[in-house]
């Protein structure tokens, strides 16, 4: 039958996605995925919450371009700093991940973090494993209907919260809140309220695996962060093989099986469906939920745990791993330098910013009295979170005198004061263009004060 024709009789192109019900489990890395969880999520919803000197402690005040991060303020001139973090970023993912593999999927994606609390309040509604796998084939009922509708409720009521607080880092909280309950929201808070949660309740509640599966890019190229000396979550074939089933206490190796006993408990686990049996796949987030499973069955038939386990290629060759080689050497220097960098830069920042713009219309300007004039127009940024006083002061090879209508300039905090000003000094001593330099100083903290280099032109006889 041709393609025309299979299309025509209903034949789809792709095939469909069975919805993966993953079993609860316990166990070690059960139990540090759930504190991640918590954690990320606390700082998520809490922080907004968080007061510092009488503001919310990390809001990005978009309209006002200013960007609160406890005790810093930062402006769109220190976008250096977001450039810097990104890149911090970047180099800490494939840091850890030649050490460790998928470490960032399984325990601090959102998607991972989200989805898991989305599993949580499905289980709460409709049960374990086994009750949600039965409800799902069950004929439509009053108490199928009441299962499902508690369900979308939590669910609904998550993501909407989950938007207001994501909204709530660019407004301030307090005051979003206040215009929920009056009901007097404006058009953009709601806009991203509702895309954002609907973001959340579509990815963490329906998408979920297919996100990490086919939407995320890190699947695709992580293979080329991984080494045989990577930590991976790896099915031990050579202990495991052949599988099948046998009584508790008994010796497999007499029977002639591996220490699998096939019970597929470590597919029932896992939340993107596949069988860790069949080797490492991009699918495998690293949650390491087949590890616990699988320990605890090793458990109960008397046998070692470590079946399936975090080791290394070179490890299962019985060959030693090595931690500490070029690859992770060289990451972990890279990162440690840019980490440092990024504390003393912002440590060291200075709290304002002086720019000064040369008047390219008029080169220069002979008076009668011998002098030349240059003019600039002066910006001053003060980053700080008080209302600052500063003088001004230019220096250069010979004496300069600054001509402009006062002397000291207040200006408020997260605000720019601008002004034009004439340098003067004598025409011919020296000749030609210099470079000068401007020094703005704070009367109220000496300790604040900025420098900025221009070029001051003359007659060159």
Known sequence: MSACNQRAAGDSLYLAEAKVYPREVSGRFARLRTLSVWVLLGIFYLLPWLQWNGRQAVLFDLPARK????????????FIFLTWLLIIAALALFFFTAIGGRLWCGYACPQTVWTETFLWMERFAEGNRGARLKLDQAPWSAAKIGRKALKQFLWIAFALWTGFTFVGFFTPIRTLAGEVMGFALGPWETFWIIFYGFATYGNAGYLREQVCKYMCPYARFQSAMFDRDTLVITYDEQRGEPRGARRRGTDARAQGKGDCIDCTL??????????????LQIECIACAACIDVCDDVMDKMGSPRGLIRYTTTHALEHRPTRILRPRTLIYGAILGLLMVGFVLAVALRSPVSLDVIRDRNVLFKLTDDGNVDNVYTIRILNKSEHPQRFVLEARGASPLTLIAKQTEYQVPSGAVYSLPLRVRRVAYE????????????????????????ARFLAPTR
């Not at 960007?67 to 220190?78: C, H, K, R, S, T």
């Open 266 to 279: 470590c597919v029932q686990v896992c939340p993107t469906g596949i069988d860790i049996r069949k080797g």
């Open 430 to 453: 020296p000749l030609g263009a210099e470079t000068i330099v401007f020094t703005l100083r704070s009367l109220d903290d000496p300790a604040v004060h900025t420098e900025t280099e």
């Open 67 to 78: 960007f609160f991060i406890l005790g810093l303020v930062f402006w769109p001139q220190d």
